[in-house]
């Protein structure tokens, strides 16, 4: 048995908030005068390359949910900023693979201790139990989101592809 759908003014709510906390962190982030910023998606690259090691392109651009071309101009941007390196696979020359310089992870750092830091002040009068809340939702949504993209995607490549 299919479980209900959820109220509409839960979703309406949820889905409001969320837009809200992304215009008010990115308002709070390019007002900073601050020239070593990382923008979102090379924050997002930086830190998976932390996470992960070194990846391919593709890899990334999966990860990300990015296509191809795009994932490259970023890992591109992001080469000539000097923050990744990009050297060709051994097994395949055709493929690029992709890792952080001591600059880029010396920026990602300092970026994610800002960003921890201003999160401390922010929810420094949440309880232990309603951050490990916050964060168990949050990365339930996240999830849902990603599975929700990579189905569509399969699907979508399905119909380009028939007889896969």
């Known amino acids: ?16 908030q969320i837009s809200i906390l992304i215009r008010r962190s990115e308002s709070e982030r390019t007002a900073q ?9 090379a924050y997002l690259m930086l830190g998976f390359l932390v996470n992960e090691g070194t990846l391919t392109v593709g890899q990334l651009a999966e990860f990300l949910q990015l296509d191809i071309s795009t994932a490259s101009r970023q890992v591109r941007a992001l080469e000539d900023k000097g923050l990744i390196a990009r ?7 055709r493929i690029s693979r992709v890792d952080l310089t001591e600059e ?12 921890l830091r201003r999160y401390r002040q922010l929810l420094s009068d949440w309880s ?13 949504l996240n999830q849902a989101y990603y599975e929700s993209i990579r189905y569509s995607h399969k699907q979508l490549d399905e119909r380009e592809e ?3």
């Open 87 to 93: 050297t060709p696979d051994p097994r395949d020359g």
């Open 33 to 41: 005068q601050d020239t070593n910023r990382l923008d979102r998606s």
């Open 1 to 16: 048995m299919e479980e209900p759908l959820p109220p509409m003014e839960a979703i309406d709510l949820i889905q409001q």
């Open 104 to 115: 880029g992870r010396q920026r990602f750092l300092a970026a994610k201790t800002s960003r």
């Open 162 to 164: 028939p007889g896969r």
């Open 128 to 140: 232990a139990q309603d951050l490990t809340q916050l964060g168990a939702y949050l990365v339930r």
